[in-house]
């Protein structure tokens, strides 16, 4: 019989071993947790990173708590089916397994609302963000580069010259 353990890491993910060995991969044991493990780990710290609303996050970026919406451009769904959420905090994406590895995202929470708290969490980069996606203000959607420009004031002027 072979026996499964858990514990709590540091940013209060589920980890699952084999009991006798401790090993997240055991071929003794016949168990393969590797994999799970490492989505809870990443889930974990996603959710560690998610700040209260209104929390500034950094200088030229979103507050936690705004709310922001990914564009459906597919053109396949009617009506499209925008990705709606809000941002959660920032963080360097530190996950082999992702494409945005190494890059400033930010934590964006979203799905299903359960309460005030959203239940999913995904990770997209800054950049991107600014680039692609809207935030709404005053009840309208506009493109967040607009709205991020609007609030980091008068910095943009001196882009302009380089
Ligand atoms: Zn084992």
Redesign the pocket.
Known sequence: M?GVSTFINQDGATIFV?T??G?QS?P??C?MFSEINNEARQEARKRKAIKPPQTPLGEGLLISGTEVRMLDRSGENVPPNHLEGRIGGVLTEKDEESDFDGMECYVVEYGRRNGEVMTQVMTYPVEWVHEEWQVKTNGQWVSAMKYVKLFSGDDSDNDDDM
Request: with cysteine; net charge negative.
């Open positions: 072979s084999c006798d060995h090993e055991c003794f044991c168990l």
